[in-house]
């Protein structure tokens, strides 16, 4: 019988998830995956038409998920601001992304069993957003691990060995070695792992099956479990690419010239233009690249709230701080290039997760 589980990738506007589902559509042909992107309203125009270019090349519907269609407010982040009296979302209270992106994809959902699939590479050390909905089911397809941590941990804890050795069919001996309390659950994971993912997927998949009521249990079959590729920052740039549908534009680096000295900059990640994840470089590109857009960022500091702590975007754009910014980044630069990183990677994602930016 047909399953009922359906499988979502959502699309943020940066490379990983666009990489993602170019990825899944030429892999795995097979899913019937819908696509979907967070509109918060505050999107870049470059943000915008990468998304574009990459609905062409994937000839599928994205479906916009908009948590205050229909309302009066000129976006949904003015909506929930004022609903919050004014007070601007800041890394410690980030109710931009839980407004705007969680609840609205948890509702989308519903109650339907469901795989979402979600772009955190194999060179990440970070866990994902894990629903609190039993049938939300995350799959990490860019890692070796394509399990979340909730599964790892009811599959491999002390009191499920027996049950999960049942489901290895005769493979266990490693898990044998491995259960004693000297042990971590991490250290567990990489020997099953580098014994032979396949055997470990098939494994898990069983235990979901017989255990639990988690949507990738619920499947006929999951072309995953076979999955052994580990895809990197390069490979993601390499996927983009190779599919025509290139990187988006933001990431296009600039140059500017300060007291004699090159440089240059770029912003680091899609999301909202005003986002308070930005280093002060990408504000300052912010400002100069897009000065309509940090006029408005700057209409929103009021009341005493900043979008940088300590340090206002008036204050932020004037001469001699955009001086002193530059010239921190060209020195940053130059150090790490002797390291030879790209200089989205001096800028970082820190902070992000996948929905950060959907
Ligand atoms: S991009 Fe930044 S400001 Fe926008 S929802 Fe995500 S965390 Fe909040």
Redesign the pocket.
């Known amino acids: 019988m047909a399953s009922k589980v359906r499988h979502l990738l959502g699309i943020s506007g940066g490379k990983d998830s666009a990489a993602l589902s170019i990825y899944m559509n030429r892999t795995y042909p097979e899913l019937d995956i819908e696509y979907y992107n967070s509109d918060?309203g505050?999107e870049l125009q470059e943000t915008i038409e990468f998304v574009d270019n990459l609905k062409s090349y994937l000839g599928k519907p994205i479906t916009t998920l908009c948590a205050t269609d229909g309302m009066l407010e000129k976006t949904p982040f003015d909506y929930f601001l004022k609903m919050y009296n004014g007070f601007l979302?800041s890394v410690k209270a980030?109710w931009?992304?839980l407004k705007?992106?969680l609840d609205e994809f948890e509702k989308y959902v519903g109650d339907t069993p469901t795989v979402s699939y979600v772009a955190i590479r194999g060179d990440e050390d970070r866990d994902g957003y894990i629903s609190t909905k039993p049938n939300i089911q995350a799959i990490f397809p860019f890692r070796r691990n394509i399990w979340s941590t909730d599964v790892i941990k009811e599959v491999l804890d002390n009191k499920n060995i027996v049950k999960f050795k049942e489901c290895y069919e005769g493979r266990c001996e490693v898990i044998d070695k491995q259960t004693g309390d000297a042990f971590t659950l991490k250290a567990k994971l990489n020997v099953l792992l580098e014994t032979d993912t396949v055997a470990f997927n098939h494994a898990v998949y069983l235990y979901l099956k017989k255990y639990t009521q988690l949507p990738v249990g619920m499947l006929d079959s999951f072309p995953l479990l076979e999955n052994e590729d580990v895809i990197v920052k390069d490979d993601v740039y390499r996927i983009l690419q190779e599919s025509g549908v290139g990187i988006p534009a933001y990431y296009n680096l600039i140059d500017f010239e300060v007291g004699g000295k090159k440089g240059q900059y770029c912003r680091s990640?899609s999301?909202?233009y005003?986002?308070?994840?930005q280093q002060k470089i990408e504000w300052i590109w912010l400002y100069e690249q897009h000065p309509d857009l940090y006029a408005k960022a700057m209409e929103y500091e009021k009341d005493g709230y900043t979008w940088i702590q300590g340090e206002s975007l008036k204050d932020l754009a004037r001469p001699e701080r955009i001086r002193q910014i530059k010239l921190e980044q060209i020195r940053k630069t130059e150090a790490e290039k002797t390291r030879r990183k790209s200089l989205v990677d001096i800028l970082g994602e820190q902070g992000t997760n996948e929905?950060?930016?959907i």
């Open positions: 918060t505050c979302p980030r931009c992304t705007m992106k990640r999301g909202c005003f986002c308070f994840f929905f950060d930016s």
